[in-house]
């Protein structure tokens, strides 16, 4: 979506850091999310933070949250094979998301 | 529970041939949507119903398509004539009505190609 945009691609060496970017442009969502598409299958909800957070851990999982710059990020510590996928930023209130394009992520040996 | 069912996985058709693409949503969950995801355009929401009632349907393209929901286990997208620009991957996901966060659960997809 046009009010959420991230970058395309990311390559990473398995066992470092992934950190995908993502700016947003609607302040008053209350929470922000982070989707995952593995090939072939739909997206599934990977975290979320809520706006009164700066940042948010979930095992290998840190989300940091900069509401001034309208700047969300995941990072993925020690990055699996299974971690490729497409990474998809989103935004909303009640029932509609506004989605990103998608980060494809290619995990590398 | 299966999670969302969509069918069939895959659809090959001619253009101006009717389309029908098929959704269970999870049993319980009162929200239903239906996404369309290309590479030009990314995921676009096409309509939304709440206890099978269209609440949003902004993000349908043109009257070629409709979308129904007759029960709140089944509904079904059509596409009728379908044209080559229709071809794209169609979700179909779910939510339950509790919740803080909008957590919505997706199907695996129609792949629809329109010759």
């Known amino acids: 979506g046009e009010d959420v945009e991230q970058s395309l691609f990311l390559s990473v060496r398995e066992g470092d850091s992934s950190v995908i970017n993502c700016t947003y442009t609607?302040?008053?969502?209350?929470?922000l999310y982070w989707y995952k598409q593995e090939p072939g299958a739909g997206l599934q909800l990977l975290t979320y933070?809520?706006?009164?957070?700066d940042m948010k851990q979930d095992q290998r999982l840190t989300v940091l949250l900069n509401k001034k710059d309208k700047h969300l990020s995941l990072r993925i510590a020690d990055t699996q094979t299974g971690d490729s996928a497409i990474y998809f930023c989103?935004?909303?209130?009640?029932?509609?998301?506004?989605f990103g394009a998608g980060t494809t992520v290619t995990v590398r040996a | 529970d299966a999670g969302v069912i969509q069918s069939p996985r895959h659809e090959v058709t001619e253009m101006g041939q009717e389309v029908t693409l098929r959704c269970k949503p999870i049993s319980g969950h009162n929200s239903l949507f239906w996404y369309r995801q290309t590479m030009m355009r990314g995921l676009e929401l096409l309509i939304y119903?709440?206890?099978?009632?269209?609440?949003?349907d902004s993000g349908m393209p043109e009257d070629r398509f409709s979308a129904k929901m007759p029960n709140a286990s089944f509904s079904t997208l059509k596409i009728q004539p379908s044209e080559p620009r229709d071809s794209a991957v169609y979700f179909c996901?779910?939510?339950?009505?509790?919740?803080?966060?909008?957590?919505?659960?997706f199907g695996p997809g129609t792949r629809l190609t329109v010759l």
């Open positions: 933070i809520f706006s009164n957070m």
């Open positions: 609607d302040s008053s969502s209350t929470y």
């Open positions: 989103a935004e909303g209130d009640d029932y509609k998301l506004s």
């Open positions: 119903f709440n206890n099978n009632v269209p609440i949003d």
């Open positions: 996901a779910s939510t339950p009505e509790s919740g803080f966060y909008n957590e919505q659960f």
